[in-house]
């Protein structure tokens, strides 16, 4: 399986279709997402989903979920398991040869620091104040002292916490139906409502509002790649282990990334505000 990936990276022109493949792939992706729909190396629910225990396999002693899309949804899955078997595991592999893992955690703590927005506005619209207003107090201390966001010294020296929050978990948590499930390009385990949520939060990205969309977009899809592969890297056994010991590995993630959603709503009730 890994045979054509360690072909491509012997050569210098190997490294040039790689690095060009994902940038067209994201390209071409973001005008039917939305500006900020991460892949799942950014979406925390769809980590969650990765990484969740593969020897479970799914409906054991779990709930049942209809997936009236799979005709769609599983062939994207493959399709995105394809693109990371070729491409975006092989960047990430020699990006973590020139990069050491805390220079890596560095750049996912400043990727993770500029999005603040989204979290900050969806804290506010489930009414958590305490919470919204510790998401600005993390962005200006994190932002100065911890040198635009590379260190995380709000946590570390202030035990300010981060609430990650989104869209989608503001529609769940008023209980709103988000639909069925859709597997998404490049990554992303979705619902409808929570792919309704990414565009939402897409829209309350600044520049989107004060920069020309050309340059928008191609900022963006710029760090999208980036993310993508910082946090990669920081997994480089991700899928590997999961396949090993799943009978059904779309089953697996679907299962996981809908119990997750699940979780973190029951979170947000239960959190004293």
Not at 58 to 63: F, M, T, V, Y
Not at 112 to 127: D, E, H, K, M
Not at 182 to 195: I, Y
């Amino acid at each position: 399986m890994r045979s054509g990936a360690r072909q491509i990276l012997r050569t210098d022109r190997g490294w040039t279709a790689l690095v060009s493949s994902m940038v067209v792939l994201v390209w071409f992706a973001n005008p039917a997402m939305s500006a900020d729909v991460a892949p799942l190396s950014m979406n925390p629910a769809a980590q969650s989903a990765a990484n969740a225990n593969p020897q479970t396999p799914p409906g054991e002693n779990n709930q049942v979920y209809g997936d009236p899309l799979s005709g769609f949804n599983e062939p994207m899955f493959t399709f995105n398991l394809k693109v990371d078997e070729w491409v975006l595991r092989p960047v990430a592999k020699g990006y973590s040869v020139i990069a050491p893992q805390p220079v890596r955690e560095s750049v996912g703590r400043f990727f993770n620091n500029v999005r603040v927005i989204p979290r900050f506005a969806n804290n506010l619209f489930q009414l958590k104040l305490a919470e919204a207003g510790g998401e600005v107090a993390r962005f200006g201390i994190n932002t100065t002292l911890g040198v635009v966001g590379f260190f995380d010294p709000a946590d570390n020296w202030f035990g300010l916490k981060e609430h990650p929050n989104d869209f989608g978990l503001t529609i769940r948590y008023y209980n709103i139906p988000t639909g069925p499930y859709v597997m998404l390009p490049f990554f992303v385990p979705s619902t409808v409502g929570d792919t309704v949520g990414l565009v939402a939060d897409g829209a309350m990205n600044p520049m989107s509002y004060l920069l020309p969309w050309w340059i928008t977009l191609s900022a963006d899809t710029g760090q999208r790649v980036m993310e993508a592969v910082n946090y990669r890297s920081l997994h480089m056994n991700q899928f590997e282990e999961a396949d090993r010991y799943a009978v059904d590995l779309y089953g697996a993630v679907q299962d996981a990334y809908l119990q997750t959603r699940t979780h973190e709503v029951k979170k947000l009730h239960e959190e004293q505000w």
